[in-house]
């Protein structure tokens, strides 16, 4: 029903920046919250970064003057520009989107297939 496609993950120094993207297409009515999580091998899934439809924002501590999560409501889209990046950053990083996909129906999440991002020398 709803698709969320992610692009940007690659291999970068340390110190580097990159930035992720993700688009939501699909059966939307609306879009509640859109975020990045994160996974590195042998770890739990972690909360990166999230935003409201309305703007309110929530960051991980590790990440939080580092990284900045934006958001473009028209065309369903989340971005997550990545600064200052350290090796503990390597992970799988995957976009997630609360959405209201029936009218009757509340929100559920979707996730994205996921985007690797490793940071080495």
């Known amino acids: 029903q709803v698709q969320l496609v992610e692009s940007g993950g690659g291999l970068v120094q340390p110190g580097g920046s990159l930035r992720l993207s993700c688009a939501a297409s699909?059966?939307?009515?609306?879009?509640?919250?859109m975020g990045w999580y994160r996974q590195a091998p042998g770890k739990e899934r972690e909360l990166v970064a999230a935003?409201?439809?309305?703007?309110?924002?929530n960051y991980a501590d590790s990440v939080k003057d580092r990284f900045t999560i934006s958001r473009d409501n028209a065309k369903n889209t989340v971005y997550l520009e990545m600064n200052s990046l350290k090796p503990e950053d390597t992970a799988v990083y995957y976009c997630?989107?609360?959405?209201?996909?029936?009218?009757?129906?509340?929100?559920?999440?979707?996730w994205g297939q996921g985007t690797q991002v490793t940071v080495s020398s």
């Open positions: 935003i409201t439809s309305g703007g309110m924002l």
């Open positions: 699909g059966s939307i009515i609306r879009i509640d919250a």
């Open positions: 997630n989107a609360r959405v209201k996909t029936n009218r009757y129906f509340v929100s559920r999440d979707f």
